[in-house]
């Protein structure tokens, strides 16, 4: 087998060049009257498929001369994944690892390898698991971008063979389950290795942990993440866009948000959470933003050691201004994503807004909406309802049998959209607010701040720092550093926390500042 390989591969990698030095003649021939655009799109197919070829072979020829290179399997290339397999795939060779995507296209999967050395794509289907099973059986450490839905099918499959698994996705109750045999069988389960939740984790572990070397007693933790418009973008009345998936956004806050205040849990009822924000401003920076609680801030308390700690919450970052204007809309009902409205596509915009307000014929829709939320006309909250063309009496849904929130959606993505074609970055901000004692019985505030840009032309932020985080998990695990770890876990330890931050800074894949200031009057 390796020897027919490394023939095929000379084999191919011969007819690659020679293939490129006809490329003029074939070009000119492309363009001959006698080559009709079928046999020509034949001949782009068959050329397509020897390329794909020759980085399978140069993978299988790469595997056989270099056993020791481990096996990374990656279960989806959907499109969280496009910078994680990036950085995979540029590190290959110097990290020791050979790369395997797996999607249900395969021309994608191999689209976003590229044809590199070490890596290669092939076709997926998530719910054979026969299949799952001999990818996974060849592999050293499996990473799940798959569907949430899939992740415990792929989780017993790495349990049958023993074999370690990374994803982005939330530590679920469901998945939770399987945290003994996990340790049984001596294999570790990272889960959200994302951003938020992941680097949210890490970072502020790094703080607890640098308070705590020095004796430090935490008296409250704040933990803040959002996904914004870079500042140099910041060009609308919202002071944000979407960089990610919209329903998302809309659908946020939705249910009790749950946290402690002074040894209290509290609750906040959705229609109350976009009104109890709180008002961070950086001085490093001189950045302001608002922060509101997301559902459950209760359930990290243990895992960062906190449970002495009285006043713990998390939530989610905003620029100042858009928490009152999207209460607007929650207290309207425009978030509900449960009523069906009938002939929702025929509805102007305008109409839709109308249908949340009192029966007043005399009044404009302007005015019945002002009086019912008591603002002004001529207010900031009501100049970004305005800004987004929701009074407009002839733009229509064009959605039948919408939900609300599907129309609010749809409303919301012809402005706050990020475009590629309009060169937007947008940015992720982790930020962390901590009130601690000393051990010399001094107040202090600990402010700490982590933001990744995207690099514009559709190259979201988010991507990016999901890429670089579950990329660099992957080489300490693959390396190692978690070896006396197994379970379920997230990356909350040092020996993860340290060196994945300091190396996206050194990459320049993200920046951080810090200020530590007494709170002693």
């Known amino acids: 087998a390796e020897y027919m390989g490394t023939f095929l591969f000379l084999c191919l990698r011969m007819l690659s060049r020679r293939l490129a030095a006809a490329a003029p003649l074939v070009r000119s021939v492309a363009t001959a009257s006698w080559l009709d655009g079928a046999s020509l799109g034949e001949l782009r197919s068959e050329l397509d498929k020897a390329r794909k070829e020759k980085s399978r072979l140069e993978h299988e020829l790469a595997s056989a001369s270099d056993p020791s290179r481990k096996t990374v399997l990656m279960l989806g290339a959907g499109r969280s994944a496009t910078a994680l397999i990036k950085y995979l795939v540029d590190n290959a060779?110097?990290?020791?690892?050979?790369?395997?995507?797996?999607?249900?296209?395969?021309?994608?999967?191999?689209?976003k390898v590229g044809a590199r050395r070490f890596a290669h794509g092939f076709e997926l289907d998530g719910s054979n698991d026969a299949q799952l099973s001999d990818e996974v059986s060849k592999a050293d450490l499996v990473i799940s971008l798959l569907p949430v839905t899939h992740h415990e099918r792929v989780l017993k499959q790495c349990l049958k063979h023993g074999k370690n698994m990374l994803t982005a996705s939330y530590a679920s109750a469901p998945l939770m389950r399987y945290n003994d045999e996990a340790k049984a069988k001596g294999v570790l389960v990272m889960m959200e290795c994302g951003v938020d939740p992941g680097i949210d984790h890490m970072s502020a572990m790094r703080m607890l942990d640098h308070i705590r070397a020095g004796g430090g007693r935490i008296d409250e933790f704040q933990s803040y993440t959002g996904g914004l418009i870079a500042d140099e973008c910041d060009n609308n009345p919202w002071r944000y866009k979407f960089t990610w998936n919209p329903r998302n956004v809309v659908l946020a806050g939705t249910g009790m948000s749950e946290y402690l205040d002074r040894g209290r849990k509290k609750y906040i009822p959705y229609n109350k959470v976009f009104e109890r924000i709180e008002r961070i401003t950086v001085p490093t920076s001189g950045s302001s933003y608002e922060g509101y609680a997301n559902?459950?801030?209760?359930?990290?308390?243990?895992?960062?050691?906190?449970?002495?700690?009285?006043?713990?919450?998390?939530?989610?970052?905003?620029?100042?201004?858009?928490?009152?204007?999207?209460?607007i809309f929650v207290q309207l009902g425009m978030t509900e994503s449960q009523t069906v409205i009938e002939g929702s596509e025929s509805l102007s915009y305008r109409d839709f807004v109308n249908s949340f307000l009192m029966w007043r014929p005399e009044d404009t829709v302007e005015l019945k909406l002002a009086y019912h939320l008591n603002i002004s006309v001529d207010s900031p909250e009501f100049e970004r309802l305005r800004w987004l063309g929701i009074f407009d009496p002839n733009k229509k849904v064009g959605i039948p049998r919408a939900t609300p929130a599907r129309i609010l959606e749809r409303i919301l993505a012809e402005k706050l959209v990020v475009r590629p074609e309009d060169l937007e970055k947008d940015s992720v901000v982790v930020l962390n607010r901590i009130h601690y004692e000393t051990i010399e019985a001094e107040p202090r505030q600990l402010l700490s701040t982590l933001v990744v840009e995207g690099d514009g032309a559709g190259r979201h932020a988010l991507a990016k720092a999901v890429g670089a985080s579950v990329g660099l998990i992957t080489k300490h695990v693959l390396r190692g550093a978690l070896a006396g770890y197994k379970g379920v876990h997230i990356p909350t330890m040092r020996e993860i926390a340290e060196p994945v931050l300091d190396e996206m800074q050194a990459l320049g894949l993200a920046r951080a500042s810090v200020t530590d200031r007494s709170l002693r009057r």
């Open 93 to 111: 060779e110097e990290g020791g690892w050979r790369l395997k995507v797996g999607d249900a296209s395969a021309a994608e999967a191999n689209r």
């Open 295 to 327: 559902r459950n801030s209760l359930q990290y308390i243990s895992a960062y050691g906190l449970d002495s700690c009285p006043t713990v919450i998390r939530g989610t970052l905003r620029k100042p201004g858009y928490c009152s204007a999207w209460n």
